[in-house]
């Protein structure tokens, strides 16, 4: 009997630490409060660099896209969008990923299914006039997310900045 309750207590362990470790790595990632009431995402420089870079390539493919919109060049519209799918997030080491908050990736996966989404509908749809409809939902995801994160490297950079 004693041997089983001791069986139980380290299944009951293993599952709350678990849990502990699912929420920490994947719900919470590691933020703290910024200084305008959005949350601080705490990163090493070379991680923040890595994130910015994509950030980049965001609003390059976005700029790719509206051109081709304007010239009604489906091709242009069609590569921009695709080096921007899902493939794009492979990218991303497992030890960010699991700093970086549950919304914070849906939003950015979301942005990536969404640009795999726009490439599909321009070979499927075989008009430009999409994009120009998808564009500003896109763009939606791009706007939720900056609303509510910002970047840091270094935690103390908060206090600093709220003496
Ligand atoms: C999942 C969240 C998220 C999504 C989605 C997102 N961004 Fe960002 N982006 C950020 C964060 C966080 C920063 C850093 C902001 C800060 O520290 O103040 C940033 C910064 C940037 C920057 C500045 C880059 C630099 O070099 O400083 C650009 C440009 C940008 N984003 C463009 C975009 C565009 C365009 C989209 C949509 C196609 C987009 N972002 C979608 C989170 C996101």
Redesign the pocket.
């Known amino acids: 009997m004693k041997k089983y309750s001791i069986a139980w207590l380290i299944v009951g362990l293993s599952v709350l630490l678990n849990g502990l470790f699912i929420y920490l790595f994947i719900v919470k990632g590691t933020t703290v409060p910024s200084t305008d009431n959005?949350f601080?995402?705490v990163l090493t420089p070379g991680e923040r660099d890595l994130?910015?870079?994509e950030?980049?390539a965001?609003?390059s493919?976005?700029q790719q896209i509206s051109q081709g919109i304007a010239n009604k060049d489906m091709a242009t519209i069609k590569q921009a969008s695709q080096s921007?799918g899902m493939a794009a997030t492979t990218k991303v080491p497992v030890s960010l990923m699991g700093k970086?908050p549950l919304e914070?990736?849906k939003?950015?996966f979301?942005?990536h299914e969404a640009?795999d989404q726009l490439a599909q509908d321009m070979v499927q749809m075989d008009d430009t006039a999409v994009a120009l409809e998808r564009l500003p939902v896109?763009?939606g995801?791009?706007v939720?997310?900056?609303a509510?994160?910002?970047?840091?490297t270094d935690a103390t950079q908060v206090a600093d900045r709220n003496p």
């Open positions: 959005r601080a995402i994130v910015l870079s950030m980049r965001f609003l493919a976005v921007l970086l914070f990736k939003l950015g979301g942005t640009f896109l763009l995801g791009c939720a997310c900056h509510s994160y910002q970047i840091i």
